[in-house]
Structures are given as C-alpha cells and as structure tokens.
C-alpha cells in the first residue's frame, strides 16, 4: 500500500518553481511542482485514505512520460507514456494486478495489436486496431492456447474469409462474412475434419442447393430454401 506523504521541493534559478498540494473536496490529494504557473515533473495523487491513486510526469502543463494508475488496495490498473497529453505507445491493464490487456496507442487511439488475457493469464483474444477501431484481424484462443477462430474485420464491421476451429485445432466453419452478413460458399466440418455441409449465403439467407453429408463423407440429401430435395 503506498502512503501520502509530505514533499518539500527546492527553488530553482531557472524559472519559478514551485511545490503544490491540491486537496479536493472529497479528500483527493494532488502532489508536485508546478513551473511559471504548470504542472511540471513528477506528480502524484491520493485518495482521502492515503492511498496513491496515480503517479506520472507532466511537461508544461500536459502529461509527457511514464504514468501509472493504482486501485483501492494499491494494485496497478494501467501502465504506460504520455506525449504531450496523449496515450502513445505500449500499455498494459491490469485488474487486481493481474495483466488483463496490453497494446499500442497512437494519440490516444488503440493503434496496432492489442491483446486480452484471462485471469489465469492465458491469452485470450488478439485484435488489431486502426486509429481506435477495429480493423485487421480478430483472434480468439481457447484455454489449450489453440486458435477458436479468425475473423477479419474492416473499419470496426466483419469482412473477409472467417475461420472457426475445434479445440482440437481441425477446422469447424470456413466463410465470407461482409458488413455482418454472410456471403457465398460456407463450408461446415465434423470434428474429424470432414465435410458436414456445403451452400451459399446471400446476406445471411441460404440460397441454392445446400449439400449435407454423412460422417464418412457420403451425401446424404440436398436442402433448398423451400425444403428438402431428393438427390
């Protein structure tokens, strides 16, 4: 647990420094230098009980460097750089100081690859981001650490060929998915890997023939929109 605590600053020649502590009506506490009137240096906060809520450096007045941000127990939630005032480079969370999440920023956007973890600290999802929204490809994990699915995504919406796995690692679902719809040929297996039914989606809607097959492989019957055909 990190406890307030009292901090006696120096002038300097160049320029007016100052020490400041700002305490806020509901007991927060702010702690560190200001320079010709600016947060300056290293800073930090506290809640009403003496617990530090945050602690980073500022450059003329805006957040530039190393910051972190504690919980109530005085565990770390995120690690990262400020430049000039925005997120920038590699973050990680954490909930009760177990890594959840790390990635990039690029001026305060989620920017590159970003990665999620369970509470046993085994990946779980890995997703690329542009500029703050998705748009690459989105990776699902099993507990095994095996790949459950791929899904590409564009501008935040799915597009591209989506892959769905077993835990096993052989693959369950082959497709196109466009602005949430499916579209042409989606292929779906059995666990051993063979092919358990084949057709084409049209925005979602079945269309044509669909074939069905039997775990060994042989065709078992044909279903179109309006029902089933004899093969």
Same mark, same amino acid.
């Given at each position: 647990?990190?406890?307030?605590?009292?901090?006696?600053?120096?002038?300097?020649?160049?320029?007016?420094?100052?020490?400041?502590?700002?305490?806020?009506?509901?007991?927060?506490?702010?702690?560190?230098?200001?320079?010709?009137?600016?947060?300056?240096?290293?800073?930090?906060?506290?809640?009403?009980?003496?617990?530090?809520?945050?602690?980073?450096?500022?450059?003329?007045?805006?957040?530039?460097?190393?910051?972190?941000?504690?919980?109530?127990?005085?565990?770390?939630?995120?690690?990262?750089?400020?430049?000039?005032?925005?997120?920038?480079?590699?973050?990680?969370?954490?909930?009760?100081?177990?890594?959840?999440?790390? /990635?990039?920023? %690029?001026?305060?956007? !989620?920017? =590159? &690859? *970003?990665?999620? +973890?369970?509470?046993? @600290?085994? #990946?779980?999802? $890995?997703?690329?981001?542009?500029?703050?929204?998705?748009?690459?490809?989105?990776?699902?994990?099993?507990?095994?650490?095996?790949?459950?699915?791929?899904?590409?995504?564009?501008?935040?919406?799915?597009?591209?060929?989506?892959?769905?796995?077993?835990?096993?690692?052989?693959?369950?679902?082959? /497709?196109?998915? %466009?602005?949430?719809? !499916?579209? =042409? &040929? *989606?292929?779906? +297996?059995?666990?051993? @890997?063979? #092919?358990?039914? $084949?057709?084409?989606?049209?925005?979602?809607?079945?269309?044509?023939?669909?074939?069905?097959?039997?775990?060994?492989?042989?065709?078992?019957?044909?279903?179109?929109?309006?029902?089933?055909?004899?093969?």
């Amino acid at each position: 647990m990190r406890i307030a605590h009292t901090i006696v600053l120096a002038g300097s020649l160049a320029g007016s420094w100052l020490p400041a502590h700002e305490a806020l009506a509901n007991g927060v506490t702010y702690v560190g230098e200001t320079v010709d009137g600016q947060r300056e240096g290293l800073w930090e906060t506290y809640s009403a009980s003496g617990v530090m809520i945050s602690q980073g450096y500022f450059s003329n007045g805006l957040r530039h460097g190393r910051w972190t941000t504690y919980d109530s127990e005085g565990l770390p939630t995120a690690i990262g750089n400020y430049v000039e005032g925005m997120q920038e480079g590699i973050w990680s969370l954490f909930e009760n100081g177990i890594l959840k999440g790390r /990635g990039n920023y %690029r001026a305060d956007n !989620r920017h =590159g &690859v *970003w990665e999620s +973890f369970d509470e046993e @600290g085994r #990946l779980q999802f $890995r997703r690329e981001y542009k500029d703050g929204k998705e748009d690459g490809i989105v990776e699902k994990f099993f507990p095994n650490g095996l790949l459950e699915y791929s899904h590409p995504t564009e501008g935040g919406a799915p597009s591209g060929l989506w892959v769905d796995f077993y835990d096993t690692g052989v693959i369950r679902i082959v /497709g196109y998915e %466009r602005n949430f719809r !499916r579209q =042409g &040929v *989606w292929q779906f +297996f059995y666990p051993s @890997g063979q #092919l358990e039914k $084949r057709g084409v989606y049209e925005d979602y809607e079945e269309t044509d023939d669909w074939e069905y097959f039997a775990p060994d492989g042989t065709l078992e019957k044909l279903i179109s929109p309006q029902g089933d055909r004899d093969i």
